[in-house]
């Protein structure tokens, strides 16, 4: 199974909003509602901050969003700030009752 | 509070098998949670290897599935990982987690491989 596609990196200045993308195929992210996303700091564990596409667990801010269109999902971060500067991972579900997660993007906070 | 806790070597020979255990506390295994383990290695993204239910059905990432076996130990609260073979391309920090989603992880445990 194939990675999905993130781009490698994005960067925003503090305040602004960026969107990380993440394309799959409609055997995973096309084709079922469970993409999640990973927050992940240097050394650190990942730590879910998004999940069934668009779902917030409690506890993470309401800046974060996740969106869906097609094979690609979406995570935006509005009001950037520098505590949200790490490496975003997305997830998928696949048809073939397996798991897949993009390459990561590593988020830079101007 | 869940918490998982990997443990096992820090460094496998060549050729030989890289075994890890995943002590799952505050929660039973016997669930509607899959439990996982994803690896890492320096400086790239996550990889899925695989997971196992408390039916002890199994699902494997097809690249790994000829060397990994994922079992669990449901009266000792605890799942394991084994991947023969290993070579240096299997050097990574290794985390389980309870699925879907992803949450919580364990803090990784960093295996290297070499002689």
């Not at chain 1, 781009?7 to 909003?17: D, E, K, R």
């Not at chain 1, 394309?23 to 996303?37: A, F, K, L, Q």
């Not at chain 1, 700030?81 to 579900?93: G, L, P």
């Not at chain 2, 096992?8 to 098998?17: D, I």
């Amino acid at each position: 199974q194939s990675a999905l596609t993130q781009p490698a990196s994005v960067s925003g200045s503090l305040g602004q909003s960026i969107t990380i993308s993440c394309t799959g195929t409609s055997n995973d992210v096309g084709g079922y509602n469970y993409v999640s996303w990973y927050q992940q700091y240097p050394g650190k564990a990942p730590k879910v901050i998004m999940h069934d596409v668009s779902h917030r667990p409690s506890g993470v801010s309401d800046r974060f969003s996740g969106s869906k269109s097609g094979n690609t999902a979406s995570l935006t971060i509005s009001g950037l700030q520098a505590e949200d500067e790490a490496h975003y991972h997305c997830m998928s579900y696949t048809s073939s009752s397996r798991r897949v997660f993009g390459g990561g993007t590593k988020l830079t906070v101007l | 509070q869940v918490q998982l806790q990997e443990s096992g070597p820090g460094l496998v020979k060549p050729s030989g098998t890289l075994s890890l255990t995943c002590a799952v506390s505050g929660a039973s295994m016997i669930s509607t949670y899959w439990w996982s383990w994803v690896r890492q290695p320096p400086g790239k993204g996550l990889e899925w290897i695989g997971e196992v239910y408390h039916t002890e059905s199994t699902n494997y990432n097809p690249s790994l599935k000829s060397r990994v076996t994922i079992s669990l130990d449901k009266s000792n609260n605890l799942f394991s990982l084994k991947l023969n073979s290993v070579t240096a391309a299997d050097t990574a920090v290794y985390y389980c987690a309870r699925v879907p989603p992803f949450d919580p992880w364990g803090q990784g445990i960093l295996v290297t491989v070499s002689s």
